[in-house]
Structures are given as structure tokens and as C-alpha cells.
Nanobody, 120 residues
């Protein structure tokens, strides 16, 4: 079994910064894609950013230029540096990894979520 554990959430003022981190543990084959999603109250979960094992990144338009995703496949970690935070960034942020367990089988894993609140 694989577990993802996030850290780094909290309360920050508008314009401030936070860094989220996530580490995977357990029976890990190789990581295909790592990323972060978020869910605000009353809204559906949405993609924030992803990074492939080759380092290709993808960002939601609302965070492009403000957030930076980084991953370390050797350490099974992914991080999200969030700058210039806005109140609308307030949400529960979830770490995500798609992990290969064999040549033909991969599986999605999710962290438990960490709260990010942007407020003065």
C-alpha cells in the first residue's frame, strides 16, 4: 500500500507565500505523474499543477506565474511553492501521484488534504 502525507498548509495574508510538501511511502514502483489539486467549499476538486517523471509541468490558468511545482522521483516527493496568494486560493489542497506497480498497471493515490487559508 502507498500513503501520501502532505505538510505546509496554514493561514497566510493575501500576497503572502506558502510551500506545500508531500512524500509518498510504501510499496512504490515508479512514479508517473505527481501533482496538486484543490477543493474550495461548495466547489468541485480542481487541478492546480502536475509534473511528469520527465519534468514536464502543467498549471491551471488561475495559478500560472504564481505557483511552482517541483518533484523528486528518487525521494518520492512533490512540492508546491505558492506565491502572491489570493483569497480565492483558499481551499483544501490534495497531493496526487499516479504510480506504476507493473509494466501494465498504474494506480492513483491521494493525500488526506491540507488546508490553505488566505485571509487578512
Amino acid at each position: 500500500q502507498v500513503q501520501l502525507v502532505e505538510s505546509g498548509g496554514g493561514l497566510v495574508q493575501p500576497g503572502g507565500s506558502l510551500k506545500l510538501s508531500c512524500v509518498a511511502s510504501g510499496s512504490i514502483g515508479s512514479i508517473n505523474i505527481m501533482g496538486w489539486y484543490r477543493q474550495a467549499p461548495g466547489k468541485q476538486r480542481e487541478l492546480v499543477a502536475t509534473i511528469t517523471s520527465e519534468g514536464a509541468t502543467n498549471y491551471a490558468g488561475s495559478v500560472k506565474g504564481r505557483f511552482t511545482i517541483s518533484g523528486d522521483n528518487a525521494k518520492n516527493t512533490v512540492a508546491l511553492q505558492m506565491n502572491s496568494l489570493k483569497p480565492e486560493d483558499t481551499a483544501v489542497y490534495y497531493c496526487y501521484m499516479n504510480i506504476w506497480h507493473s509494466m501494465w498497471f498504474s494506480r492513483d493515490y491521494w493525500g488526506q488534504g491540507t488546508q490553505v487559508t488566505v485571509s487578512s
